[in-house]
């Protein structure tokens, strides 16, 4: 079982920017890709970003495309997810999770089998 723990979530005014990262615990880490999504408070889990894990192709949602750059660093075992020009809307819990099974780069939540505590990412207008 792999461990994945979050960091880097806080309180930022509009327009500002935060850096998540996320750790994976071993050695011998490997997925085929590591997704952020998020969660506001009385909606659904939703994708944000995703990357492969070889490759470092990536995938976005719509509604952040442009704002938001995921990236990796494997002799880390981390991922990053760069937000900027942060609005409200924004404003989430944060979950990391890694794909050890599925091939390709999932945008679903169900294809990631190991999923972190969760960051909390709050936007003031």
């Known amino acids: 079982q792999v461990q994945l723990v979050e960091s880097g979530g806080g309180l930022v005014q509009a327009g500002g920017s935060l850096r998540l990262s996320c750790a994976a615990s071993g050695r011998t880490f490997s997925a085929y890709a590591m997704g952020w999504f998020r969660q506001a408070t009385g909606k659904e889990r939703e994708f944000v970003a995703a990357i492969s894990w070889s490759s470092g192709s990536t995938r976005y949602a719509d509604s952040v495309k442009g704002r938001v750059t995921i990236s990796k660093e494997n002799a880390k075992n981390t991922v990053y997810l760069q937000m900027n020009s942060l609005n409200p809307e924004d404003t989430a819990v944060y979950y990391c999770?890694?794909?050890?099974?599925?091939?390709?780069?999932?945008?679903?939540?169900?294809?990631?089998?190991?999923w972190g505590q969760g960051t909390q990412v709050t936007v003031s207008s």
């Open positions: 999770a890694a794909d050890r099974i599925w091939l390709g780069v999932p945008l679903t939540g169900d294809k990631y089998d190991s």
